[in-house]
Every structure is written in C-alpha cells, then in structure tokens.
C-alpha cells in the first residue's frame, strides 16, 4: 500500500503525530527496504481487566498490523509494580509482583480478540530491566534531571502543593523511556496523557545514539458517563468479557454526541455515512459491530432482539435470575446479597438518584424493606425476580 493511504489510516482518531514527516519517511524506508516498522505500545497491567479505553490503543496496533508492520506489546510487569503516576494527584498503592504477573496473564487472554497473534510479539520489561545491574541502573538516571522531570504537569503540580512524589514515581517516565530503546521502537503508541513519557523515549533514543520513534497519540475515550474517561473506578466503562446483552445496552446508553467518537475509534466505518444515519439507527448498528467483534454476529443479533423487547416492548429479559429470600430484607442488603452492587454506599447511591426499581415503583428509602415476590430493577440493564 502507498504512503498516502497508509497515512490516511494511520492518522484516523489520532490527536498528534511527533512529527508526521518523519512518519513519512519511516514509511517510505519500509517500502524501499522491505522492512516491516517496529511499533511499540506499552501496558502497565495494573487492572485485570480490558474495556473499550483500552482498545483504542490495540485498534491502532492492529492497523498498523493490517498494514504489514510488526507490533511489540509490551506488558510492563516491571514498571507495574511501581505504577504510572500519570495523572495521579497522589502516590500509587504499590503492586505485588503476584498480582502484577496475575493480571498479565488476563491481558495476553484478551488482547488477541483484536491483535493478529501471528504478527504479535509480547514482551515484558522485567525481561531485561532485572537483568540490569545497579551501575546500569545509575548510568541510565544520568540521562535525565529532576528538573526535566519534575516539569511534567501532574509532578509539578504535585511539588508545588506539597504533595509527597516517590523517588519510584520519578524513575517510572525514564524506564518506560528505556523500553523504546532496548526495543528499537520505530513508532510508539500512547494516550495523550503519555506525551510526555513518549517523548523521553525519543530523548534517550538520541542519546543512545539510534533514530528517535515516531510518536503517535490517541484520545482518551470517555465512558458511558459521557464526562470521564472509561475507566473501572468510574463505574462508566465497557469491558470486552462482558456478556452480550450487557455490552449492547451499555452502548446504547451512551449520548449522540459521544457515538460518533466510539465510531471513530473503535470501528472502521466510514464517518460520512454514520453522519446521515438516523442517530438511534447508527447506535444499534455500533453496538452491533462492537458485540459481534468480541463475541459474534449472532450474539449481537440476539441482543438486539432483547434490548427491543426490554426498553422499547417494556418487557423483561429472557434470562432474568431468580433470587429466593426467606424473610424481610432492607433493599441495601438485599442488593449486597444477590451481587446487583459491590457496597452499601453504591447501593445507597444508586436509591438517592432514584434508579432502584421494586415493581414499578421507585424506592427512595434506604430502610424499606423488602417482604414479597416481585420484580427488582436496578439501572437501566439490571434485572431481578425476587421470589418467596
């Protein structure tokens, strides 16, 4: 495929390319030399988890894959057990190494749902960063001052109000840096909260004497929520293991405005044909796409039909659970008993924004209880038979 239109793909959803011309080049020298570019993506496995945030990143991995290239996905299993401070107003809970290796693990199960395995090498950083000696390691901190680092926005802020920064956290942008290096990265993905990181790369690349990456930076996709970035403590994310019916409605739920940008990111559709789709029409198509890419076409049919018949025939879900209770509970514990929330504040939240259900009534008190058979709603997806 030519420059122009690998371009064309690769710019798609983008937010900044450092620099674009040289992008060019890289391409060209791949052509010419019948090498395929190495493209570098790093991923701290500091959750078990993957949602669709996180498939942005892997959504660009697999075109520049389509494309012929080669990906290295790096599972930083070292740098994890110190956790990014991007962003981070605080220091970080420290990871073990158990539960670092743990959710690696689930990552490696998860991200060949859109990676080409074939085309894939995943490595992890513990690889050569435990092999370093502590004289490497004091030869490598002498590429950087505390002055450069303490000048990314969230550090500096921190050190101006007083908050505590670990030593840990300062070391973590130039090891992530050093994984460019050892890796020979051509280009490196990242979020945009990662500028800085990303650019230490090309820094250390220079000194070390090899021709910097291409930097390439993708949105952070907001979550359900329409305001925050998806994320599992926010409670507005969509993870790709979740059933069917549940990623189907979960995406329906999300705002006109936000659909266009799940379009952009997570799909290939062109956007021109989105734009004149009526906006309902261009949901259920999105959300079809996306349950048929992480289970299949006849999964997303299936959910269709039962998101038509809950929300538009008002009915109830095929498979609604059953939950027997043998005396009076108060509807907080009861939505602790049967796993409908994780706490009692979440329930307790969930009650003052009025979106528990007991049939067809809403509950605003905390202390009502529950004494008869009847149907438990909570939110707009989350169904319940209680029975006697």
């Not at 991200?111 to 090498?121: G, Q, S």
């Not at 942008?173 to 990662?194: F, R, T």
């Not at 290939?268 to 989105?274: G, I, K, Q, R």
Request: glycine letters at 6%.
């Amino acid at each position: 495929m030519d420059i122009s239109k690998q371009l064309e793909i690769i710019k798609r959803g983008a937010t900044e390319i450092i620099s674009e011309e040289e992008l060019m080049q890289k391409l060209k020298e791949s052509i010419d030399e019948k090498r395929p570019l190495r493209i570098k993506a790093g991923f701290d496995p500091t959750a078990p988890d993957i949602h669709l945030g996180h498939t942005v990143l892997l959504k660009k991995l697999r075109q520049f894959q389509d494309l012929g290239h080669r990906i290295y996905f790096l599972i930083g299993d070292f740098t994890g057990t110190i956790g990014d401070p991007s962003g981070e107003d605080k220091i970080r809970k420290r990871l073990t190494e158990e539960e670092v290796n743990k959710n690696a693990l689930t990552y490696k199960n998860q991200v060949f749902k859109i990676l080409n395995p074939k085309k894939t090498e995943v490595v992890f950083n513990s690889a050569w960063f435990k092999k370093m000696t502590s004289s490497e390691i004091l030869n490598l901190a002498s590429y950087t001052t505390v002055a450069q680092i303490l000048a990314r926005q969230d550090f500096n802020q921190r050190y101006t109000q007083g908050k505590d920064i670990s030593l840990l956290e300062l070391f973590y942008p130039l090891l992530q840096a050093y994984d460019s290096v050892y890796l020979k990265a051509d280009v490196e993905i990242g979020g945009g909260d990662q500028k800085f990181n990303l650019l230490l790369g090309r820094e250390l690349q220079r000194d070390f004497k090899q021709t910097q990456q291409v930097i390439i930076m993708m949105p952070l996709l907001e979550g359900t929520d329409g305001i925050q970035k998806m994320s599992k403590s926010y409670g507005n994310y969509i993870g790709i293991n979740e059933v069917p019916n549940e990623m189907f409605g979960k995406i329906m739920s999300i705002s006109d405005e936000l659909m266009l940008k799940y379009y952009e990111l997570l799909t290939d559709c062109d956007l021109n044909l989105v734009k004149n789709m009526h906006p309902r029409d261009a949901k259920v198509n999105l959300a079809k796409i996306i349950v048929s890419q992480y289970h299949s076409p006849d999964e997303a049919d299936k959910s269709e039909r039962e998101f038509q018949s809950v929300f538009s025939a008002k009915g109830l879900p095929s498979d609604i659970t059953e939950y027997k209770i043998t005396q009076a509970t108060t509807i907080v514990q009861l939505l602790l008993d049967c796993g409908l929330v994780k706490s009692g504040n979440e329930a307790r939240r969930l009650i003052r924004g009025k979106a528990v259900i007991f049939n067809n009534k809403n509950i605003e008190k905390e202390n009502f209880f529950v004494k008869e058979a009847g149907i438990l709603k909570v939110g707009h997806r989350k169904f319940l038979k209680i029975v006697n």
